[in-house]
């Protein structure tokens, strides 16, 4: 059978970050201005009050400290919340597709590859910025790859769904090496005006290579033992925004047009549905979890992943046993685990195993057992 590595990875970080201290700062203003405009309203009874935010309270709620994104001064101007990302021309490439490129291009760096060396190029983010062509045809255009490339949409899980199908490819023979590359600017589709919420994303992009075991060269590989999907639907966390909105003016516009979600019932039933499937996926391949390394979680929630980690490893985790990112980079939606596999990988020693793992809207979770050549 043939065997498929992961051979390199890349990150693009935008220059821009948003501490706590200044997101709080922004939405409490914006608490401010709101409840003095509706005063009477209030006090009538007919609206609601907005609640202050605070920092303590985003940290215990997440453990998240910061974010990166694309336009700082557009989420913090309490009069706007929302990214400035300019429109661009069709001769132009576009925003996804360029922090794509810069991420692939690493990627292929640390492989030791060249762009016409791939023949797959597979977009995976939990949200694309339009219908068509597919983001993934114009990163092949400007890359410079051979083959084809196309799109997919798992939201959180897109990176280990993306992985599993390039995998597949390669060894059906339908690819030499693909690229699966995970853009996502989620300052973009976040309600930047929901105390319950606001701090939660940031922006990044990340891209991995793979390729038959036998053909890579580079000196951070990793075979892929394993991989296994998992799917349950769930209107938890959702985003309505789509080209049918138009069709009813009545809702354009609604929160429900953005990420929202039910947080607590999201903790309540994916995590332990994420911490099963690992074990699941360790016993079918007769891996007991004390063989793992390092696990490679999903970034969204600190208190998730500590969770899932004592579940799976029956103790709580040390040292980088599961290592965290979403401290400074906040969650990144299908970008998070291979952001962490990306930054905390190479001290590990040939013969390592470990599991990159995602989760999210859906119900979606995708595990990728790998072991260090």
């Not at 911490?275 to 996926?281: D, G, K, S």
């Not at 999903?298 to 500590?306: L, T, V």
């Amino acid at each position: 059978m043939t065997q498929i590595a992961i051979s390199g990875t890349g990150l693009f970080t935008p220059s821009q970050s948003i501490s706590n201290e200044e997101l709080v700062a922004s939405f409490n203003t914006y608490v401010e201005r709101f409840n003095a405009r509706h005063a009477t309203d209030i006090a009538a009874g007919t609206v609601t009050a907005l609640q202050p935010s605070s920092v303590d309270f985003v940290v215990k709620a997440s453990g998240i400290k910061a974010r990166y994104v694309m336009d700082k001064d557009g989420v913090l101007d309490p009069e706007r919340m929302c990214p400035n990302i300019p429109e661009r021309s069709n001769d132009q490439i576009s925003v996804l597709a360029e922090i794509g490129v810069d991420a692939a291009r690493q990627a292929l760096a640390n492989a030791g590859r060249a762009a016409e060396d791939v023949d797959c190029v597979l977009v995976a983010c939990s949200n694309l910025q339009r219908a068509y062509p597919a983001i993934a045809v114009e990163v092949q255009h400007y890359l410079g790859t051979r083959g084809f490339g196309f799109d997919m949409n798992v939201a959180c899980s897109s990176a280990t769904f993306g992985i599993q199908a390039a995998a597949d490819m390669i060894k059906a023979g339908n690819a030499r090496r693909a690229l699966v590359i995970n853009p996502e600017i989620c300052s973009a589709h976040l309600n930047w005006r929901d105390r319950d919420s606001h701090f939660i994303f940031g922006d990044v992009a990340t891209a991995v290579l793979l390729e038959r075991a036998d053909e890579a060269t580079s000196a951070q590989r990793w075979e892929i033992l394993g991989t296994r999907l998992k799917t349950q639907f769930s209107n938890n966390i959702r985003n309505n925004f789509g080209f049918l909105n138009r069709c009813a003016p009545e809702g354009v516009g609604k929160p429900d047009k953005l990420f929202v979600q039910e947080g607590r019932k999201v903790f309540k039933e994916v995590v332990p549905m994420v911490a099963e499937m690992i074990l699941e996926h360790l016993d079918a391949m007769t891996l007991p979890p004390a063989q793992l390394r390092r696990m490679w979680l999903h970034q969204a929630n600190i208190n998730m992943n500590d969770f899932i980690a004592r579940r799976v490893l029956g103790r709580d985790p040390v040292g980088q046993e599961s290592p965290t990112i979403l401290d400074t980079y906040a969650n990144t939606s299908s970008a998070g685990s291979i952001i962490a596999f990306h930054q905390h990988s190479q001290d590990l020693a040939s013969g390592d195993l470990g599991v990159i793992c995602s989760f999210g809207a859906g119900y979606s979770a995708g595990t990728v057992v790998i072991r260090k050549v």
